[in-house]
């Protein structure tokens, strides 16, 4: 028998462990994580954060990391797979996709707990330098849609208003200088669905359009405006603070909870004779309105330690409950049934459907 040498069997050693190593990663990855991952909305990302925190001070997990990269963004993220290199939860400011769904069974997630977590409003608001504006969302369509009618029959042409003035004569004579979300947040799709749409339908010929071409409808209604009269901002809302400080003509678009802890510095915009205000968001009066979610992987609640701890904590009365400490960060909160149904789904993982 030929004799193996010491280099030999060296070599053989080293291919063996480079073929087991791949194996082995996933179990040293897990082992590695021993904290939630979240993503996503950033309206949602001061909530989030307030929970994580308490959690980690008042459990025995670790505090989780919770990263604001919009509610589109995040879903990609989360929806990406199975596994400790993907988060765990993913906030979001309008409810998942269809397709985000699909994109989700697609990578194996193919079971997830839908938590709605309370409700929100988007404001248009500008700095408490100059005077606050009170608008309609006719207006708003006008100041920042794409293409608006002629007013020449039932045609439309590329936005020409430069000032607030030019769409309504009631309107300062400022430049139309709106800092908003871009189009992977959920503030921006509620936006461009609760605001910009809910103008465009007072058009009765555009209106009418939905019923023939919902393609070509929506299109018209949501489109916004390229030419620097919006301007993408990131998902940064405390930039666009800054910002509005100081430009007292710019005006800014996010949730009405930041608006809340930025009440010193920035004001809301009366929308349709409707102030935005805590109590005209909870009745449903404030037209500008969503809901707030966050979604969690069932296939991790196993894997990663806290999960089911945390949604606990989060869908606990002391949280979200009306005298909780999230209404204090500007949760508007759901009624008293509907915070009981999603704290039993939560905790009982129940897999959503759509």
Known sequence: MKKIS???IALMLFAAATLILPVLMPAANAAGRNYISIVGSSSVYPFATVVA???????KFK????????SGGGLKLFCSGIGVQYPDIVNASRRIKK???KRCAENGVRELTEIKIGYDGIVIANSRKTDRMSVSRKDLFLALAKD??????????QNPYRTWKDVNPSLPDIKIEVLGPPPTSGT??????????GGCRKFGWIKAMKKKDKK???????AVREDGAYIEAGENDVLIVRKLEANPDAFGVFGFSFLDQNADKIQGSIVDGVEPEFENIASGKYPVSRPLYFYVKKAHAGMIPGIKEYIKEF??????GPEGYLIDKGLIPMPDEEREKFRREGKNLKTFSM
């Open 6 to 8: 010491g280099m030999a």
């Open 315 to 320: 869908t606990s009365e002391k949280a979200w």
């Open 99 to 101: 397709s985000e769904v």
């Open 53 to 59: 925190e308490k959690f980690g001070k008042t459990t």
């Open 188 to 197: 921006r799709d509620a936006f461009a669905e609760l605001a910009l749409e």
């Open 63 to 70: 505090t989780p990391k919770v990263e604001s990269t919009g």
């Open 148 to 157: 608006v009618p002629s007013g020449i029959g039932e045609s439309l042409i």
């Open 216 to 222: 070509k409808y929506k299109a018209i209604c949501q």
